[in-house]
């Protein structure tokens, strides 16, 4: 252990009451005396605590310190955990659009090589056959279904791509795959994203997990922002490299 040790070493206590807990005096008053000794430097609200006589008073301070150091802490994951999906997990329909937007807006529209990082494939998906699920088998059914689709979806997705559901009771979902500089051209990216896809899908399909899946995807357009690459994406008919399973025909991806 150094000679020197921060304040915030004291642990925040576990009950909320008017009192101060024992176990947390004792460990303040510890604290304090080595302060008086030079060994370690004590802050309340965030100003450094200079030795007075009333010890008392200071483990107080030191107390609601740490209660609204822990209720400051509550607030932000409660916050963290407000931006994901109850069902699957990935973000929610307001955090996805904004993350993407931010992102977005970080490519360089003037960067148009085509091996270039500053690129992007925008992926619409809409799940098959939820409703009937819902009906026939109930909404505990409904909700693993879409957990599932939503686990195909994250799976394909590497580190720093961002996937969401677009919206409460919706079985619509959102993808941006990002490009790497990784000599993969933009045709051959969409080819294999869609390749994977397919696979599981038809095996998530085959094992009962899934009704279906459709999706439809559009390379990154400078100056659009999420809701209108998402417009393009649509998978519906005529949206350009349409994808489905299963489906009596599955179109191929755009080359």
Request: hydrophobic fraction near 40%; charge should be negative.
């Amino acid at each position: 252990m150094s000679n020197y040790e921060e304040a915030d070493n004291l642990a925040v206590p576990e009950i909320f009451s008017g009192e101060v807990p024992e176990d947390f005096r004792q460990e303040a008053i510890r604290k304090l005396r080595l302060a008086q000794e030079g060994r370690v430097s004590i802050f309340i609200n965030r100003l450094m605590f200079k030795p007075v006589p009333d010890v008392d008073l200071i483990v107080r301070s030191l107390y609601r310190q740490a209660l609204a150091e822990r209720a400051e802490e509550e607030i932000r994951r409660q916050a963290e955990l407000d931006r994901f999906d109850d069902i699957t997990g990935l973000l929610k329909g307001t955090y996805f659009r904004a993350h993407a937007d931010e992102r977005l807006s970080q490519l360089d529209p003037h960067d148009r090589r085509m091996l270039s990082p500053n690129n992007a494939l925008i992926v619409g998906f809409d799940g098959k056959g939820l409703k009937t699920i819902n009906d026939t088998k109930g909404h505990e059914a409904g909700n693993k279904m879409l957990y599932n689709i939503g686990q195909i979806i994250q799976e394909v997705a590497r580190e720093g791509d961002i996937v969401g559901r677009l919206g409460d009771g919706s079985d619509e979902f959102g993808a941006i795959y990002f490009f790497r500089d990784d000599n993969i051209a933009p045709g051959e990216m969409e080819g294999n994203i869609n390749a994977h896809l397919m696979q599981l899908v038809r095996e998530a399909v085959e094992r009962g997990e899934i009704g279906g899946l459709k999706w439809c995807s559009h390379a990154f357009v400078p100056g659009l922002d999420i809701r209108e690459h998402l417009a393009l994406a649509d998978p519906i008919p005529g949206c350009e490299g349409l994808m489905e399973y299963p489906s009596a025909e599955v179109l191929p991806s755009r080359s």
